[in-house]
């Protein structure tokens, strides 16, 4: 099976400082649906891996949350393409929970409910902590160089990425090199 894990807020998404709290909020970044679509036609499983600490500090609730999934759903099947599963951690970071990126639960889980070793496996984000925690289950880790990383374009990457993490300038330039590559 080919699959692969995007990061939502910063990769798929517009990130906020605010936090993204409703569906109103939720707003793809340029592309970002079509280079999903890309990969779906492709022949890729595409999962989502997200942090969001906004329901465990209160900020939303569930409802909100499955609202701004649900438009993203209907707004990737506009598009020709869709997410085969969203992943999320619902924790504040002082829970000290397992499955809050940088730790690796969410992607044991994701390799857990489709049956793979996750060696190999593209993993996607937008931080140092999305790749930290894919690299740890043994994930290939991609940085797309948007949302918090959009600072660091033209610049060296800071000494906590993963070994041989690759660089692209956003979703699309990811979704080009991994089907120019197979």
């Known amino acids: 099976m080919k699959l692969c894990i995007l990061d939502r807020d910063g990769t798929i998404n517009e990130d906020s400082a605010e936090f993204v709290k409703s569906s109103h909020e939720w707003r ?3 592309g970002a649906l079509e280079a999903i679509a890309k990969l779906n036609h492709a022949g890729w499983r595409v999962v989502v891996a997200t942090n969001q600490s906004g329901l465990g500090r209160g900020l939303f609730d569930v409802v909100s949350l499955n609202a701004m999934h649900a438009k993203m759903h209907t707004m990737l099947a506009a598009v020709g393409g869709k997410v085969d599963a969203i992943f999320y951690c619902p924790h504040a970071p002082d829970d000290n ?3 809050r990126k940088p ?3 969410l992607f044991e889980q994701i390799g857990e409910r489709f049956g793979v070793d996750l060696h190999g496996v593209p993993g996607v ?3 140092a902590r999305d790749l930290i925690a894919g690299a740890a289950v043994g994930c ?3 940085l797309v160089l948007t949302g918090k990383a ?3 374009r033209g610049r060296s ?3 906590n990425y993963p070994p041989g993490t690759r660089v692209h300038d956003d979703l699309m330039a990811f979704a080009d090199y991994l089907v120019t590559r197979t």
């Open 97 to 99: 929970c397992r499955c």
């Open 157 to 159: 990457l800071p000494d």
């Open 140 to 142: 290939e880790p991609h």
């Open 150 to 152: 959009a600072a660091l």
């Open 103 to 105: 730790e690796p639960g």
């Open 125 to 127: 984000g937008d931080s």
């Open 28 to 30: 793809p970044l340029p």
